[in-house]
């Protein structure tokens, strides 16, 4: 597997990249190859006083380059300019990624407004499954919040082609899953099952494939508002990840339907996994 790591450079976006642990995540699930990605957006210039751009980006992206290599894998850097979620998305497109990584400081927008604005871009419009790894706010070094990133996997289901898709993701994150929790929010807004189905029983069926995978499984069926209760759920259940599906390939759709994953990657307190609709299909 092929990783994409976005980095602007600061000292958030490095806290994924210097620690080991989540390195050995990425490499237990089957990532071998690295590739560094920082975007200079078009408004920031060379010239500007006060900034050195390329001396930090050359010192940030060597000690970067340095550690993932010595946690094994194999490294390329990317250094482009535009903007931040079109050029990842481009790069992840042309180098065949099949997972992008990001940190984001998470709910306060003016202390990481270039890494918040363009996790919330990615949530939108990624093209691959998009991991946003939570880092601590308010410390002058601060770390990731939780290492263990596939560690505690809480699956957020609505039944749909697209939360199916999602769920196939633990095909490859079962070698880092110890535990899993499933659980579907009833909600009259959207109802995602036909009448009389019983959303217990599906998610006990899906429960059983990770037990055969000797995963750790409990189910939960909630009723209320998706978004807040499945982060109701993240407090009651402390996961290192939420692993969830975005629908909708139409603006319009991604407007009505895909609200709830991204109002969960800027709310939630730990790690969120988004995985995208299938484009081919």
Request: hydrophobic share 40%; aromatic share 4%.
């Amino acid at each position: 597997m092929i990783a994409i790591c976005a980095t602007d450079l600061s000292a958030a976006s490095e806290a994924t990249i210097e620690s080991e642990t989540c390195l050995e995540c990425l490499g237990r699930i089957g990532v071998e190859e690295i590739h560094l990605v920082t975007v200079i957006p078009s408004n920031v210039h060379a010239g500007m006083p006060g900034i050195d751009f390329a001396a930090r980006r050359e010192r940030a992206l060597d000690r970067y380059r340095s550690v993932i290599e010595d946690a094994g894998f194999d490294v390329e850097a990317h250094v482009v300019r535009g903007t931040p979620h079109r050029r990842i998305n481009g790069i992840a497109e042309a180098v065949g990624a099949s997972l992008t990584v990001i940190g984001s400081r998470g709910k306060s927008p003016l202390e990481n407004r270039v890494i918040g604005s363009t996790a919330r871009n990615l949530a939108r419009t990624t093209i691959v499954p998009l991991l946003v790894n939570r880092i601590e706010r308010g410390a002058d070094e601060p770390a990731v919040v939780r290492e263990h990133l596939f560690r505690r996997i809480l699956f957020a289901t609505d039944f749909s082609e697209n939360a199916e898709r999602a769920f196939e993701a633990f095909s490859y994150l079962r070698h880092a899953t110890q535990e899993a929790t499933l659980v579907h929010v009833e909600t009259p807004k959207d109802p995602a099952l036909p009448e009389g189905a019983d959303p217990e029983a599906r998610l006990v069926k899906l429960a059983t494939k990770l037990e055969d995978w000797e995963i750790e499984t409990r189910t939960a069926v909630r009723q209320g508002d998706p978004a807040d209760e499945i982060l109701a759920a993240e407090v009651e259940y402390e996961p290192t990840t939420i692993l969830v599906g975005s629908r909708g390939h139409s603006r319009l759709r991604r407007l009505l339907l895909g609200s709830v994953s991204e109002d969960i990657v800027a709310r939630a307190d730990g790690n969120v996994m988004l995985v995208p609709p299938d484009r081919t299909a």
